[in-house]
Protein backbone atom coordinates (compact mmCIF):
# COMPACT_ATOMS: atom_id res chain seq x y z
CA UNK A 1 0.00 0.00 0.00
CA UNK A 2 1.52 3.04 -1.09
CA UNK A 3 1.32 6.54 0.92
CA UNK A 4 0.46 9.99 -0.60
CA UNK A 5 3.12 11.52 -2.58
CA UNK A 6 3.67 15.14 -3.45
CA UNK A 7 6.27 16.43 -6.25
CA UNK A 8 8.04 18.65 -6.43
CA UNK A 9 9.62 18.54 -2.89
CA UNK A 10 11.14 21.87 -3.17
CA UNK A 11 10.30 24.88 -5.73
CA UNK A 12 11.53 28.40 -5.73
CA UNK A 13 9.39 31.14 -8.04
CA UNK A 14 9.14 34.73 -8.19
CA UNK A 15 6.21 37.04 -7.19
CA UNK A 16 3.36 37.31 -9.64
CA UNK A 17 4.11 33.97 -11.48
CA UNK A 18 2.06 30.75 -11.48
CA UNK A 19 2.59 26.94 -9.73
CA UNK A 20 0.99 23.92 -9.87
CA UNK A 21 1.64 21.12 -6.87
CA UNK A 22 0.83 17.67 -7.39
CA UNK A 23 -0.52 14.55 -5.16
CA UNK A 24 -1.06 11.17 -5.42
CA UNK A 25 -3.33 9.72 -2.94
CA UNK A 26 -3.25 6.55 -1.34
CA UNK A 27 -4.74 3.40 -2.33
CA UNK A 28 -8.29 3.27 -2.11
CA UNK A 29 -8.48 6.83 -1.14
CA UNK A 30 -11.38 8.25 -3.10
CA UNK A 31 -11.29 12.43 -1.29
CA UNK A 32 -7.99 15.13 -1.28
CA UNK A 33 -7.57 17.74 1.03
CA UNK A 34 -4.40 20.20 0.42
CA UNK A 35 -3.44 22.32 3.12
CA UNK A 36 -0.65 25.21 3.90
CA UNK A 37 1.52 24.90 6.59
CA UNK A 38 3.72 28.54 6.94
CA UNK A 39 6.64 28.20 9.37
CA UNK A 40 6.01 27.87 12.73
CA UNK A 41 2.12 27.60 12.42
CA UNK A 42 -0.15 24.69 12.17
CA UNK A 43 -1.37 23.93 8.77
CA UNK A 44 -4.34 25.31 7.38
CA UNK A 45 -7.40 24.26 4.73
CA UNK A 46 -7.00 25.21 1.57
CA UNK A 47 -9.94 23.06 -0.15
CA UNK A 48 -10.98 19.49 -0.38
CA UNK A 49 -11.77 17.20 -3.38
CA UNK A 50 -14.22 14.61 -3.41
CA UNK A 51 -15.26 12.90 -6.73
CA UNK A 52 -13.23 14.95 -8.41
CA UNK A 53 -15.26 18.47 -7.31
CA UNK A 54 -14.48 21.01 -4.76
CA UNK A 55 -16.69 20.27 -1.90
CA UNK A 56 -15.19 22.77 1.01
CA UNK A 57 -12.86 25.43 0.77
CA UNK A 58 -11.35 27.67 3.81
CA UNK A 59 -10.03 31.00 3.66
CA UNK A 60 -8.13 31.19 0.81
CA UNK A 61 -8.49 33.48 -2.26
CA UNK A 62 -9.83 32.30 -6.07
CA UNK A 63 -5.88 32.35 -7.19
CA UNK A 64 -5.37 29.28 -5.15
CA UNK A 65 -7.22 26.49 -7.36
CA UNK A 66 -7.16 22.45 -7.75
CA UNK A 67 -8.05 19.65 -9.61
CA UNK A 68 -8.98 16.09 -8.68
CA UNK A 69 -8.67 13.49 -11.50
CA UNK A 70 -10.10 9.82 -11.89
CA UNK A 71 -7.07 7.87 -10.47
CA UNK A 72 -7.75 10.64 -7.54
CA UNK A 73 -4.73 11.79 -8.06
CA UNK A 74 -4.65 15.91 -7.70
CA UNK A 75 -3.05 19.01 -8.27
CA UNK A 76 -2.74 22.26 -6.16
CA UNK A 77 -2.81 25.72 -8.09
CA UNK A 78 -1.80 28.95 -7.31
CA UNK A 79 -1.45 32.42 -9.49
CA UNK A 80 0.00 35.33 -9.15
CA UNK A 81 2.08 34.09 -6.47
CA UNK A 82 2.64 36.33 -3.85
CA UNK A 83 5.48 36.48 -0.99
CA UNK A 84 3.07 35.20 1.97
CA UNK A 85 2.37 32.47 -0.84
CA UNK A 86 5.86 30.56 0.59
CA UNK A 87 4.88 27.96 2.68
CA UNK A 88 4.80 23.98 3.07
CA UNK A 89 1.59 22.62 1.00
CA UNK A 90 0.46 19.58 2.34
CA UNK A 91 -1.89 16.76 0.32
CA UNK A 92 -4.03 14.68 2.82
CA UNK A 93 -6.18 11.89 1.50
CA UNK A 94 -9.18 9.92 3.32
CA UNK A 95 -11.54 7.41 2.06
CA UNK A 96 -14.09 9.45 3.82
CA UNK A 97 -15.56 12.32 2.89
CA UNK A 98 -16.69 13.07 6.15
CA UNK A 99 -13.45 12.94 8.63
CA UNK A 100 -10.99 14.51 9.82
CA UNK A 101 -8.80 11.43 9.48
CA UNK A 102 -6.11 12.20 7.22
CA UNK A 103 -3.21 10.43 5.81
CA UNK A 104 -0.17 12.88 4.53
CA UNK A 105 2.48 13.27 2.33
CA UNK A 106 5.58 15.34 2.99
CA UNK A 107 4.81 18.15 1.41
CA UNK A 108 6.32 20.59 -1.08
CA UNK A 109 8.03 23.81 -0.15
CA UNK A 110 7.18 26.67 -2.09
CA UNK A 111 9.96 29.97 -1.80
CA UNK A 112 8.27 32.72 -2.99
CA UNK A 113 11.23 35.45 -3.98
CA UNK B 1 -14.43 31.93 14.11
CA UNK B 2 -13.07 28.33 15.39
CA UNK B 3 -9.62 28.03 16.32
CA UNK B 4 -7.30 25.85 18.54
CA UNK B 5 -5.05 26.75 21.41
CA UNK B 6 -2.06 24.72 22.42
CA UNK B 7 -0.50 26.10 25.45
CA UNK B 8 3.13 25.05 24.88
CA UNK B 9 5.16 25.45 22.53
CA UNK B 10 8.21 23.96 23.51
CA UNK B 11 8.78 21.74 26.00
CA UNK B 12 11.99 19.60 26.73
CA UNK B 13 11.84 16.63 29.13
CA UNK B 14 14.48 13.90 30.08
CA UNK B 15 13.49 10.16 28.78
CA UNK B 16 11.41 8.71 31.26
CA UNK B 17 9.36 12.29 32.36
CA UNK B 18 5.33 12.40 32.24
CA UNK B 19 4.02 14.10 29.78
CA UNK B 20 1.02 16.60 28.84
CA UNK B 21 0.32 19.03 26.58
CA UNK B 22 -2.54 21.43 26.32
CA UNK B 23 -4.89 22.12 23.87
CA UNK B 24 -8.30 23.88 23.99
CA UNK B 25 -10.49 24.51 21.17
CA UNK B 26 -13.22 27.15 20.34
CA UNK B 27 -16.39 25.77 18.46
CA UNK B 28 -19.89 25.52 19.77
CA UNK B 29 -21.12 22.21 18.51
CA UNK B 30 -20.07 18.78 17.90
CA UNK B 31 -16.68 18.45 16.91
CA UNK B 32 -14.04 15.03 16.28
CA UNK B 33 -10.81 15.81 18.31
CA UNK B 34 -7.10 14.54 16.88
CA UNK B 35 -3.31 14.60 17.75
CA UNK B 36 -1.17 14.51 14.98
CA UNK B 37 2.67 13.92 15.63
CA UNK B 38 5.53 14.97 13.28
CA UNK B 39 8.66 13.30 13.87
CA UNK B 40 12.04 14.79 12.43
CA UNK B 41 12.06 14.57 8.68
CA UNK B 42 9.12 12.50 8.39
CA UNK B 43 5.64 13.47 7.45
CA UNK B 44 2.51 14.57 9.74
CA UNK B 45 1.01 11.18 11.29
CA UNK B 46 -2.14 10.28 13.35
CA UNK B 47 -1.50 9.87 16.87
CA UNK B 48 -5.02 9.34 18.21
CA UNK B 49 -8.44 10.44 17.26
CA UNK B 50 -11.89 10.57 19.33
CA UNK B 51 -14.88 10.74 17.95
CA UNK B 52 -17.52 9.63 20.71
CA UNK B 53 -17.90 7.71 23.33
CA UNK B 54 -14.77 6.93 25.93
CA UNK B 55 -13.77 10.25 26.76
CA UNK B 56 -10.08 9.61 27.43
CA UNK B 57 -8.83 7.51 23.81
CA UNK B 58 -5.72 5.52 23.21
CA UNK B 59 -3.40 5.70 20.66
CA UNK B 60 -0.13 4.44 19.16
CA UNK B 61 2.78 3.93 21.05
CA UNK B 62 1.51 4.81 24.86
CA UNK B 63 0.09 8.06 24.53
CA UNK B 64 -3.31 8.57 25.27
CA UNK B 65 -5.98 11.55 25.65
CA UNK B 66 -8.50 12.78 27.39
CA UNK B 67 -11.76 15.01 26.40
CA UNK B 68 -13.33 17.39 28.86
CA UNK B 69 -16.16 18.41 27.18
CA UNK B 70 -17.00 21.27 29.63
CA UNK B 71 -13.22 22.70 29.13
CA UNK B 72 -13.51 22.12 25.69
CA UNK B 73 -10.28 20.31 25.99
CA UNK B 74 -8.69 17.54 24.54
CA UNK B 75 -5.03 17.29 26.65
CA UNK B 76 -2.05 14.47 25.53
CA UNK B 77 -0.88 12.28 28.28
CA UNK B 78 2.16 9.87 28.44
CA UNK B 79 3.20 8.78 31.70
CA UNK B 80 7.11 7.71 30.46
CA UNK B 81 8.89 9.35 27.56
CA UNK B 82 11.41 8.41 25.52
CA UNK B 83 14.41 10.11 23.51
CA UNK B 84 11.87 8.78 19.89
CA UNK B 85 9.18 11.03 21.23
CA UNK B 86 10.92 13.79 20.46
CA UNK B 87 8.68 15.25 17.74
CA UNK B 88 6.30 17.95 16.59
CA UNK B 89 2.92 17.70 18.38
CA UNK B 90 -0.41 18.75 16.82
CA UNK B 91 -4.17 19.39 17.85
CA UNK B 92 -6.51 19.60 15.34
CA UNK B 93 -10.05 19.93 15.68
CA UNK B 94 -12.28 19.14 12.70
CA UNK B 95 -16.50 20.18 13.37
CA UNK B 96 -19.33 17.36 12.13
CA UNK B 97 -20.50 18.83 8.58
CA UNK B 98 -16.86 20.27 7.90
CA UNK B 99 -15.65 17.01 5.78
CA UNK B 100 -12.07 16.44 5.58
CA UNK B 101 -11.28 20.52 7.12
CA UNK B 102 -9.17 20.24 10.21
CA UNK B 103 -8.12 23.18 12.32
CA UNK B 104 -5.04 22.79 13.86
CA UNK B 105 -2.84 24.47 16.68
CA UNK B 106 0.06 25.98 16.13
CA UNK B 107 2.42 22.59 17.26
CA UNK B 108 4.15 21.79 20.16
CA UNK B 109 7.99 20.81 19.98
CA UNK B 110 8.67 17.80 21.98
CA UNK B 111 12.26 17.60 22.96
CA UNK B 112 13.58 14.67 25.32
CA UNK B 113 16.96 13.97 26.20
CA UNK B 114 18.42 10.49 27.08
Known amino acids: ETGVTQSPTHLIKTRGQQVTLRCSSQSGHNTVSWYQQALGQGPQFIFQYYREEENGRGNFPPRFSGLQFPNYSSELNVNALELDDSALYLC????????????FGEGSRLTVL | AQSVSQHNHHVILSEAASLELGCNYS??????LFWYVQYPGQHLQLLLK??????LVKGIKGFEAEFIKSKFSFNLRKPSVQWSDTAEYFC????????????FGKGTTLSVSS
Open chain 2, 50 to 55: YFSGDP
Open chain 1, 92 to 103: ASSNRVDTGELF
Open chain 2, 92 to 103: AVNAHQAGTALI
Open chain 2, 27 to 32: YGGTVN
